[in-house]
């Protein structure tokens, strides 16, 4: 069984910049999250897809998008870049909505300068 | 208020002994309580799943509900200094699709 993969595992950006980061879901599961943990905090929901549409969405500006393909992996968008995105993005994959357990990716470190 | 809301610490505790966390939360719809565990550096750890009144063991793990309360619990036997890390309390929103967490409460296992 294949666990949910994350890409880059690190990335610098510039203020401003636009980033896409990459995720590949756990065998099985047709649900992803995305969340950003601050350094200090607990993750923070940004939004959820199920079968290719936003699901849900957290507390966070427009300029955070997303998408799901059909085989369920998912990106996820950041536009005009802050120095307060500055966070680690985790992606999550469950077999379902609601209540269903969700696992975790390694994460990708986005750091903007 | 806080959703999630847990003891930053550090929890400091001799190896071997038993390390207790806790949780509250403030939703009470919520249906579904996680523990996650969190090493520096690394992403989130799904160690433990509970959904109804009670107690739910795995292994040395021990999960405690009580929703009259609003309280959760992580109980660690024969804690090893392995278990040293940050563990994240994560309670499913009313919404159903997100989970909140709280900050987290680290803890420190001294050989």
């Known amino acids: 069984e294949t666990g949910v993969t994350q890409s880059p595992t690190h990335l610098i950006k510039t203020r401003g910049q636009q980033v896409t980061l990459r995720c590949s879901s756990q065998?099985?599961?047709?649900?992803v999250s995305w969340y950003q943990q601050a350094l200090g905090q607990g993750p923070q929901f940004i939004f959820q897809?199920?079968?290719?549409?936003?699901?849900g969405r957290g507390n966070f500006p427009p300029r955070f998008s997303g998408l799901q393909f059909p085989n369920y992996s998912s990106e996820l968008n950041v536009n005009a870049l802050e120095l307060d995105d500055s966070a680690l993005y985790l992606c999550?994959?469950?077999?379902?909505?609601?209540?269903?357990?969700?696992?975790f990716g390694p994460g990708t470190r986005l750091t903007v300068t | 208020q806080k959703e999630v809301e847990q003891n930053s610490g550090p929890l400091s505790v001799p190896e071997g002994a038993i390390a207790s966390l806790n949780c509250t939360y403030s939703?009470?719809?919520?249906?579904?309580f996680f523990w996650y565990r969190q090493y520096s550096g690394k992403s989130p750890e799904l160690i433990m799943s509970?959904?109804?009144?009670g107690d739910q063991e795995d292994g040395r793990f021990t999960a405690q509900l009580n929703k009259a309360s609003q309280y959760v619990s992580l109980l660690i036997r024969d804690s090893q200094p392995s278990d040293s890390a940050t563990y994240l309390c994560?309670?499913?929103?009313?919404?159903?699709?997100?989970?909140?967490f709280g900050k987290g409460t680290s803890l420190l296992v001294t050989p």
């Open positions: 897809y199920y079968r290719e549409e936003e699901n």
């Open positions: 999550a994959s469950s077999s379902g909505t609601g209540l269903y357990e969700q696992y």
């Open positions: 065998s099985g599961h047709n649900t």
């Open positions: 939703d009470r719809g919520s249906q579904s």
């Open positions: 509970i959904y109804s009144n």
């Open positions: 994560a309670v499913n929103a009313n919404s159903g699709y997100a989970l909140n």
